[in-house]
């Protein structure tokens, strides 16, 4: 059950915003969880046990939810309910973005209830990537793969995500009319088209690919063994079978962490600057990409040795 307002707010995210329909459905099950958490305060209604009762969630009942109550769900998501501060940023995220939508787009509020919120401190966490060594053995132990059909695929799939950082739905999303030359064109977050380069090791990987891939009216570059576009569940679960054979944790590594690899790679070995590794992963903003700036053990090693008395006998 979706009240008409939260309603209204998911389609202006999805129609006038352009978000993706992941977007769309993480703000949808997130505010909902806050109005249920509402009307529990402020009503004592249980909307889990009578669904039904969402549909009290009015202009009315908007106009009574102040600071102090969404204070209170955010304590309530960590003290009943154990949610990271990365998740609890999240919902704050929509939270803002919702009651901002109330205010000031379709101006049913007098005063934005969120203005004020505070995001909780997160712990700075540096990526998990491979190594360049690590992805060579990743690759070589995909090589192995006898099936010519699925070694070309599995190949083609993570080098690109190991070089160009994609997201696993955009890897997914490819089409074989969408590779021009040496470049492709996928939509990733916010429905924000980008351009992809791809290396002559890519394009060789892609060919291969094709060589082998079964006709099929499907567009779909990646295909199943049924002939179908890979899912990202499928993509997900053929890399993490090649990382397991390779000796890799799959509790630690995932396609994304094969993202973190490919910009880690591309600033410590490729020594591309911040801004141009913001384009290519398509990060809205750069804040996110600094995460990728961060030193390693051998880079501190280095720098610790050129101190002036390192060598005093």
């Not at 470049?183 to 290396?199: C, D, P």
């Not at 570059?221 to 179908?228: C, D, I, V």
């Not at 992963?281 to 053990?297: P, R």
């Amino acid at each position: 059950m979706t009240p008409p307002l939260l309603a209204d707010f998911l389609d202006y995210l999805q129609t006038i915003r352009g978000s993706s329909e992941s977007t769309r459905k993480e703000y949808g099950y997130d505010l909902s969880h806050m109005l249920r958490f509402l009307l529990a305060r402020k009503q004592n209604i249980n909307a889990d046990e009578n669904p039904e009762a969402l549909n009290k969630c009015t202009e009315r009942f908007h106009r009574t939810i102040t600071l102090r109550d969404l204070h209170a769900f955010l304590a309530y998501l960590d003290r009943e309910k154990q949610n990271a501060a990365s998740s609890r940023t999240r919902k704050i995220s929509a939270m803002r973005t919702y009651f901002s939508y109330l205010t000031d787009t379709i101006q049913i509020l007098d005063k934005n209830p969120a203005d004020g919120l505070e995001s909780p401190r997160l712990q700075k966490r540096y990526p998990v990537y491979l190594t360049l060594d690590e992805s060579k053995r990743l690759l070589t132990q995909i090589n192995q793969t006898k099936n010519d059909f699925l070694r070309t695929r599995d190949y083609a799939m993570t080098l690109l995500f190991l070089t160009c950082g994609l997201r696993l739905s955009e890897l997914a999303q490819i089409d074989i009319d969408a590779i021009k030359v040496d470049s492709l064109n996928v939509i990733g977050k916010g429905n924000k088209e980008r351009t992809i380069f791809l290396t002559n090791s890519v394009l060789e990987a892609i060919r291969d690919c094709k060589k082998h891939r079964p006709e099929t009216e499907d567009p779909a570059l990646f295909l199943s063994t049924h002939k179908q576009r890979m899912t990202n569940r499928a993509i997900q679960y053929r890399i993490d079978k090649h990382l397991a054979e390779a000796g890799f944790d799959t509790k630690l590594y995932s396609t994304h962490k094969l993202r973190h690899t490919a910009a880690t790679l591309l600033y410590k070995h490729g020594k591309v600057d911040i801004r141009t590794l913001q384009e290519l992963l398509g990060h809205e903003s750069i804040a996110t990409t600094q995460i990728y700036t961060h030193t390693d053990d051998e880079q501190l090693r280095e720098a610790i040795a050129k101190n002036p008395l390192a060598d005093l006998s």
